[in-house]
């Protein structure tokens, strides 16, 4: 351990640096170092030599005719607008068409607005808000519709229509909206009992985390426990 | 394609904008290439180690220098940019050559090239190669102070000068490099 802590001062001396008073102390007892100290002399004897010889390199007889050939061609080049290199442009021209046909294809209805749900008329709407931060873009479901068929195909839509308002449900709760639904069509529930839109108000964050309450008592008699 | 063909058609993308000099500019660029096609050719050489890429690099950086020319405000500067501007096309180069493995397959060569009557021949390119790879470890700052000084005679003053650093920052550098360039060799050569 005494020797690693010369090591840096061997080679300082190797490199033909000062030898402290403590590193020529530790030569003259220390039986490794002083021959770790030749081998570091003599390797960068074999650097110098080895380096020695790029001095004495020399370059083939045609190389300044090349050069001044090169040159020349460079000179000589009529002048033409700037070109840049094809494949930047291409991929460049490309994201930016994917971009404009995104933004042209996306849909334009609201992306947030409130699950409602009424049990019966006049029953207050319950209205579930995802949670803050880290919550994933809700998806459109199923529209709402009044008519028992929209129910059944439980496809996307458009909102294209204010009667026609689309459910936005946050991911983490589709699987119990879907179970939510199937229990109510096993029950033979009218479609006044099932969902409505509400307004269309977007959702602001939420203040504080609550659960999903279902209060509807029209709902309550048929909910198994787990709602 | 040859090499140097290759370097002129990544030039012609590269360095778009057509330049010519005015006459008594064009004559002194020509009295430069006359005086310091050597030098640079020498320090690529001593980055890569390539006879046939340093000349590549020495016509590119020539190239280079031609189309600044006439923005070098002190021309008594000229061969100190142009080694700075030799080491970094070098330095190019080299990443860009070992990317394409190019130069495990020279040494491949050079190694099929050898037979055993030249044995000492091959234990000197051996050790070429290590003090090569040695050297080609060291921090930038430290390679071209290292590389410099050899192709320089250790004139440590002309290599300031080119490199436009003080000639103290330059001992210190080489001092750094040879330090490491011992600890790193001290059980390989």
Known sequence: MSCERYRDALAGAAAGGARPADLAAHLATCPTCPPLLRRMEEALATVDAALDELGAAEPSPRLEARIRQAVAREAERPARAWTLPGWPVAAAAVLALAIVGWMLARPRGPERTPVTVAGSPGAPPITHAPEPRTAPAPTVVAPVHPSPPALARRTPEPARAPALEAVVVDPRDQQALRRYVAVLKKRSLGPDALLVAGPAAPLAEPQDEKPLELTSPALDSVLPAEF | ?189
Do not use: N
């Not at chain 2, 002129?8 to 096609?37: C, G, I, K, M, N």
């Not at chain 2, 000229?78 to 020279?106: K, M, N, P, S, Y």
């Open chain 2, 1 to 189: 394609m040859r090499k140097g063909e290759l370097l002129d058609a990544q030039w012609t993308t590269r360095l778009a904008a057509p330049v010519t000099l005015e006459p008594a500019l064009e004559r002194e660029f020509e009295e430069r290439v006359a005086e310091s096609a050597r030098l640079a050719f020498r320090v690529a050489q001593a980055v890569l180690r390539d006879a046939d890429e340093a000349e590549d690099v020495a016509q590119e950086c020539f190239l280079r220098a031609y189309h600044a020319f006439s923005s070098l405000r002190d021309r008594e500067r000229f061969r100190g940019w142009l080694v700075r501007i030799a080491f970094r096309c070098a330095i190019d180069r080299q990443r860009a050559l070992r990317t394409r493995r190019r130069h495990e397959a020279a040494a491949d060569r050079e190694a099929r090239r050898t037979v055993p009557s030249a044995f000492d021949q091959a234990a000197r390119r051996e050790i070429q190669q290590k003090v090569g790879a040695a050297v080609d470890e060291l921090p930038e700052k430290l390679r071209v102070v290292t590389l410099l000084a050899a192709l320089q005679g250790h004139d440590l003053r002309e290599v300031a000068r080119l490199l436009d650093l003080p000639e103290g920052t330059v001992k210190s550098r080489l001092h750094l490099a040879r330090k490491a360039l011992a600890r790193r060799l001290a059980d390989v050569v």
